[in-house]
Nanobody
Framework: QVQLVESGGGLVQAGGSLMLSCAASGRTFSDYAMGWFRQAPGKEREFVAAISGSGVATQYANSVKGRFTIARDNAKNTVYLQMNSLKPEDTAVYYC?????????????????WGQGTQVTVSS
């Protein structure tokens, strides 16, 4: 069973930075892409970023491109989301997710393993 545990959320002022981490267990980490999603109050969960198993390929939502960076350390079974130049509209619960298959890039419906989420609040 795949388990994902996020950490690193918190409260930050607009323009500040945070780094989220997600520790994975339960299968060969480097064989699978990983993704970050977020859900703001009253809104649907949305894609933020994804990274291939090797770490060579990445994808970003337009809203975070140039401000957020996804990375992974396969030796530590951990994926990261570095968030810079944070805006109040980035406030959300952030979720780490993993797909069931090895296709790149995974579609939203292929993400079946989810972490518990970590709150990120950006004050203006």
């Amino acid at each position: 069973q795949v388990q994902l545990v996020e950490s690193g959320g918190g409260l930050v002022q607009a323009g500040g930075s945070l780094m989220l981490s997600c520790a994975a267990s339960g299968r060969t980490f480097s064989d699978y892409a990983m993704g970050w999603f977020r859900q703001a109050p009253g809104k649907e969960r949305e894609f933020v970023a994804a990274i291939s198993g090797s770490g060579v390929a990445t994808q970003y939502a337009n809203s975070v491109k140039g401000r957020f960076t996804i990375a992974r350390d396969n030796a530590k079974n951990t994926v990261y989301l570095q968030m810079n130049s944070l805006k109040p509209e980035d406030t959300a619960v952030y979720y780490c997710a993993a797909p069931y298959g090895r296709r790149w890039p995974p579609s939203y419906n292929e993400y079946i393993y989810w972490g518990q989420g970590t709150q990120v609040t950006v004050s203006s």
